[in-house]
């Protein structure tokens, strides 16, 4: 009877890991980074784990707070992660700052350099191992077919029909996939990359007026990010 009863307990605790995996499923990590030229909203993708789990706890252990944006390319991307820039002079030389280890690659043929794309920066080691820290959002452009396809011969991987379709409707950068880790998406504030893609900048590209970050993570059902932000999940 006893042993009987232990197993009914063990069935009955299994079940409920179960039904709390199922209900955690149901919710997902938004990341705010909040700057002077407005908000973005942005999802992990769960394709890429240990780049989501890396950018979690950097948010949370208020990693990013007062880093600066610190490389903005017009109709291409804004950069931001180098511990070196926090407090940084005007003629500070940036972009070479991190947090003393690198993520491994994940790439997923799925997940592209669209526009609002957030990835991985990273320097030219040969696996193509992600900065621990270092960032860029895509800005993009829209491309007509003709050049799409030279951007197309650039990447590292071939582009699927649909992909093709986003980037001559929407824009991106498509030279990139395949040699950089997307690992998320901009849901809310894409008018914000094309602010801060827009502003002055010195010969290293560096904005003249610095653009400073502020980051902070919710969970929410993803109901509720679909149904405030537009951002459909995967059945």
Known sequence: ???KKSLVLAVLCLFSVGV???KSSKKDEVVTIKTDMGTIRVILFDETPKHKANFLKLTKDKFYDGLLFHRVID???IQGGDPNSRNAKPDDMLGKGDN?????AEFSPKLFHQKGALAA???NNPA???SGCQFYIVQGRKWSKNDLNKQAARAARKLTDSQRKVYEEIGG???LDGSYTVFGQVIDGMEVID???AVEKDERDRPEKDVSMKMSVKKMKKKKITKKYGWQYEA
């Open 75 to 77: 109709d291409f991307m």
């Open 121 to 123: 920066a990273r320097d």
């Open 195 to 197: 602010k801060i893609g």
């Open 100 to 104: 003393g280890y690198k993520i491994p």
């Open 20 to 22: 709390l995996a199922q």
């Open 173 to 175: 950068t498509p030279h």
């Open 128 to 130: 193509k191992e992600s």
């Open 1 to 3: 009877m006893k042993n």
